[in-house]
Nanobody
Framework: QVQLVESGGGLVQAGGSLNLSCVAS????????MGWFRQTPGQVPGKARE????????????FYSRSAKGRFTISRDNAKNMVYMQMHSLTPEDTAVYYC???????????????WGQGTQVTVSS
């Protein structure tokens, strides 16, 4: 069982930046791809969380949603069981609960997700 704990969320003004972090509890997470997803306020319950970014377990491959590309950067430090996401040029549309995810790369990209964190709130004010 892998436990994921996110941190780094908060309130930021439009145009600002935030850095999210996620720590995995088990060393086996090193062999997993990691990803970030988000769920916006008022989203229909049961609707899939929106994919934001993912990184392969070696860190050699990264993947981004259209809205994240060019503004967000995902990275990882396997020695620390950590994955990060730097977010720049934030807009109110980025307001959401951001979730860390782990699992085989194909499932991180296409679902179903093996492991989820509890989420961290990101709020961007206009």
């Amino acid at each position: 069982q892998v436990q994921l704990v996110e941190s780094g969320g908060g309130l930021v003004q439009a145009g600002g930046s935030l850095n999210l972090s996620c720590v995995a509890s088990a060393p086996t997470a090193i062999s997993y791809a990691m990803g970030w997803f988000r769920q916006t306020p008022g989203q229909v319950p049961g609707k899939a969380r929106e994919f934001v970014a993912a990184i392969s377990w070696t860190g050699s491959s990264t993947f981004y949603s259209r809205s994240a590309k060019g503004r967000f950067t995902i990275s990882r430090d396997n020695a620390k069981n950590m994955v990060y996401m730097q977010m720049h040029s934030l807009t109110p549309e980025d307001t959401a609960v951001y979730y860390c995810a782990a699992g085989p790369l194909q499932t991180v990209l296409s679902g179903p997700i093996d492991y989820w964190g509890q989420g961290t709130q990101v709020t961007v004010s206009s």
